[in-house]
């Protein structure tokens, strides 16, 4: 309970009525049909730097994200593309005329 529901449990405040709030739903994943593999904009962008060469810290640095976000991207990314390495992920991005 709140402070302000043990007050009002006893009797002390009396609690304004809540409005009922629509529940929320998830936040979207922005996706679109010219990604392939069901990737995100911004995996997209990571394969990209990956494909050209940029090491996990420089994809940090320039995305203004960090590492272990670098690494969270890059698992994602393996996982859609069904690869298991960096080649791999870059070949695909070459192939898909992502670079």
Not at 22 to 33: D, L
Not at 46 to 63: C, K, S
Not at 82 to 98: F, G, K, N
């Amino acid at each position: 309970m709140t402070p302000e529901q043990v007050l009002a449990a006893r009797g002390l405040v009396k609690l304004p009525q809540q409005v009922p709030v629509a529940p929320q739903s998830p936040p979207s994943v922005k996706t679109s049909p010219n990604h392939p593999a069901g990737l995100t904009a911004r995996e997209v962008e990571v394969l990209r730097l990956v494909a050209q060469g940029l090491t996990d810290a420089q994809l940090a640095r320039q995305l203004v994200i960090s590492p272990r976000t670098v690494n969270w991207y890059l698992t994602s990314i393996y996982s859609k593309l069904q690869v298991s390495s960096r080649s791999a992920a870059t070949r695909y991005a070459i192939e898909q005329h992502l670079v």
